[in-house]
T-cell receptor, first 113, second 112 residues
Framework: NAGVTQTPKFQVLKTGQSMTLQCAQDMNHNSMYWYRQDPGMGLRLIYY???????DKGEVPNGYNVSRLNKREFSLRLESAAPSQTSVYFCASSELGVWEKLFFGSGTQLSVL | KNQVEQSPQSLIILEGKNCTLQ??????????LRWYKQDTGRGPVSLTI?????NTKSNGRYTATLDADTKQSSLHITASQLSDSASYIC???????????FGKGTTLSVSS
């Protein structure tokens, strides 16, 4: 049982480049989330998908887009990367909603130069 | 403003000793409070979830307490082990919407 799988684990981009972070869960969860974690700050919600076919903005959505490809997969896209997007990105899932236990992936460390 | 404050910011203890981490919150209306453990380079892993009606919840050597009246929680670790070295994050869920408010975490180092 892999849980939540994120790819890639590390990525270095130049300013202006684009990339997509992939996330997949095998727990048949309905809700999926993307968070970023910056030094000295708590995790912040970027986007979430309450169920397949729906997506909504979180606390810090600017500069990002998401796609809930199917029930298993939820991707995060940076269209034009900026140094301010240097961070560690975590995908998470829960069975029905954020009030339940979240299961996190192991993270993607992204550096934008 | 909804906030979660954790103390201390960091802590160093000897293997085998006990320790207590603190969490104060101002989130309202309150739904539940969670403690997560995050190892270096890994994602957070849930330790406990408590609703406002629960005062104590244990998970092995980890015991969380909640005082909903004073809006305080603590995580007590008994007989610490080297593997307890990690960041411990307090997270409070508000009743409405998708709001999860994360604390900045307490970094615990257990030395031999």
């Amino acid at each position: 049982n892999a849980g939540v799988t994120q790819t890639p684990k590390f990525q270095v981009l130049k300013t202006g480049q684009s990339m997509t972070l992939q996330c997949a869960q095998d727990m048949n969860h309905n809700s999926m989330y993307w968070y970023r974690q910056d030094p000295g700050m708590g995790l912040r919600l970027i986007y979430y998908s309450a169920s397949e076919g729906t997506t909504d903005k979180g606390e810090v959505p600017n500069g990002y887009n998401v796609s809930r490809l199917n029930k298993r997969e939820f991707s995060l896209r940076l269209e034009s990367a900026a140094p301010s997007q240097t961070s560690v990105y975590f995908c998470a899932s829960s069975e029905l909603g954020v009030w339940e236990k979240l299961f996190f992936g192991s993270g993607t460390q992204l550096s934008v130069l | 403003k909804n906030q979660v404050e954790q103390s201390p910011q960091s802590l160093i203890i000897l293997e085998g000793k006990n320790c207590t981490l603190q969490c104060n919150y101002t989130v309202s209306p309150f739904s539940n409070l969670r403690w997560y453990k995050q190892d270096t380079g890994r994602g957070p892993v849930s330790l406990t979830i408590m609703t406002f009606s629960e005062n104590t919840k244990s998970n092995g050597r980890y015991t969380a307490t909640l005082d909903a009246d004073t809006k305080q929680s603590s995580l007590h670790i008994t007989a610490s082990q080297l593997s307890d070295s990690a960041s411990y994050i307090c997270v409070v869920s508000a009743q409405a919407g998708t709001a999860l408010i994360f604390g900045k975490g307490t970094t615990l180092s257990v030395s031999s």
